[in-house]
């Protein structure tokens, strides 16, 4: 129910990071911008806003990318959609990374609105700062979208950012399952009062914005339950991932690119059992990471370690 790249277009890259606009963007775009004609005296203004709105949502997406890249993590894409924006992050598996890669999207919001903030307060000794004016009409909801954003994103309402910040505390005292189970909880009872909201507000977008979000604590509620079970098989001894340190589980979980055969790779060195394809990295069945097999061998002589492509 995330948008990708797919059917995106391809607007920048900067920092290493791509950012993408969604197909879906200038329709809603469309219909939001003629639905305020009536906001402004001039249709500049409407689109001026809309965009601004974006600039802050690309932003604080740009704050979850960047702190997640600070803490050794993986963060390469970005894409813009109706419902505000996506950072594709994957921080090391571990909460206090997890934690600030979420808070930094929110603290983008808290550091904004201290220029926001001065540029109200510097309007109200110029001569445009008249009532009924588009530029201080604009400068006002400007500053009052960055105050919302930021109220709305720290609702402890799975996947919002405060859900997730709910999570990556109390992953630090249940652990990797069991905090996800309680913030998905959390956030299911969240969208029962997101629903409520919408109806009474008739607004259609938090009832979508709750129906994405229903839609996402049901799968983070199914992933937990799968880290659950993951976190009960035994384990290989003598082994560890190099990116979160959890030593990997006992079991066919790889699979053969050559002939698709599911194997246990730290079992078999490495190598299909049917086909003998060697794989010099293997993923990390924890975090998703990919390392050189001989950076997991902790108990490997080195005299029998694969050898790894240069």
């Not at 790249?5 to 200038?26: D, E, K, N, P, Y």
């Not at 399952?177 to 919408?198: C, E, N, P, Q």
């Not at 659950?228 to 589980?249: E, I, M, N, V, W």
Request: aromatic content about 12%.
């Amino acid at each position: 129910m995330l948008p990708t790249q797919r059917g995106s277009l391809r607007l920048f890259r900067v920092a290493g990071i791509t950012v993408f606009l969604h197909w879906s963007w200038f329709v809603v775009a469309a219909f939001e911008i003629s639905d305020r004609t009536t906001q402004y005296h001039a249709v500049t203004w409407n689109v001026l806003e809309y965009l601004a709105l974006f600039g802050i949502v690309l932003l604080h997406e740009f704050g979850h990318s960047l702190a997640c890249r600070s803490v050794g993590g993986r963060a390469d894409q970005i894409v813009l959609w109706p419902l505000g924006g996506v950072a594709y992050v994957n921080p090391p598996q571990r909460p206090g990374a997890t934690l600030w890669s979420i808070a930094a999207g929110p603290l983008v919001n808290v550091v904004l609105l201290v220029p926001l903030s001065l540029l109200v307060v510097w309007g109200r000794t110029q001569s445009w700062w008249q009532p009924g004016s588009d530029i201080r009409m604009w400068v006002v909801t400007l500053w009052t979208i960055n105050l919302v954003l930021l109220a709305f994103n720290l609702l402890p309402v799975y996947p919002l950012d405060g859900g997730q910040i709910l999570r990556s505390l109390l992953w630090f005292f249940l652990g990797r399952a069991r905090s996800l189970m309680v913030a998905t909880i959390i956030g299911m009872i969240g969208v029962a009062g997101l629903i409520a909201f919408a109806w009474w507000a008739q607004s259609i977008w938090i009832g979508i914005l709750a129906v994405f979000a229903l839609f996402n604590c049901w799968r983070g509620w199914q992933a937990a339950r799968a880290m659950a079970r993951l976190d009960q098989l035994p384990r290989h001894g003598g082994f560890a991932c190099p990116s979160c340190k959890t030593a990997p589980p006992q079991g066919l979980f790889w699979r053969c690119n050559s002939c698709g055969t599911v194997f246990d790779t730290f079992e078999t060195r490495a190598t299909c059992p049917k086909c003998a394809a060697q794989f010099p990295v293997t993923r990390c069945i924890n975090c998703g990471a990919l390392n050189p097999v001989s950076a997991w061998a902790i108990g490997w002589p080195s005299a029998t370690r694969p050898v790894v492509d240069a």
